[in-house]
């Protein structure tokens, strides 16, 4: 089992900063693809931003240029800096993680897909 803890979330006005922090715990040999997703009400879940393990990045349209996501695979942690926020951007964001792990001495491996419980942020206008 994986257990993600995230935290940075909070009120700030608009044109105000965040930084959203999502730790992984748990049982699994690495990490592939990291992400923020985030819930508005009445809204479907959206992605904001992903992070695969090789490092390389994709944005929703709607934050290209103002949020940047990072991780640092030591401490198996997933970073969203938010800049120039928006009162849009209010939302439940989410952390979601594809685990991997080797099952077998022959290298067979598993992967799976866990989400974080989500930390609010709301951006007033």
């Known amino acids: 089992q994986v257990h993600l803890v995230e935290s940075g979330g909070g009120l700030v006005q608009s044109g105000g900063s965040l930084r959203l922090s999502c730790v992984a715990s748990?049982?699994?040999?690495?990490?592939?693809?990291m992400a923020w997703y985030r819930q508005a009400p009445g809204q479907e879940r959206e992605l904001v931003a992903i992070?695969?393990?090789?490092?390389?990045?994709n944005y929703a349209d709607s934050v290209k240029g103002r949020f940047t996501i990072s991780r640092d695979n030591r401490k198996s942690t997933v970073y969203l800096q938010m800049n120039s926020l928006k009162p849009e951007d209010t939302a439940v964001y989410l952390c979601?993680?594809?685990?991997?792990?080797?099952?077998?001495?022959?290298?067979?491996?598993?992967?799976?897909?866990?989400w974080g419980q989500g930390t609010l942020v709301t951006v007033s206008s």
């Open positions: 992070i695969s393990s090789g490092g390389s990045t």
């Open positions: 979601y993680v594809e685990t991997l792990r080797v099952v077998n001495v022959e290298g067979a491996t598993v992967t799976r897909k866990y």
């Open positions: 748990g049982r699994f040999d690495s990490i592939n693809d």
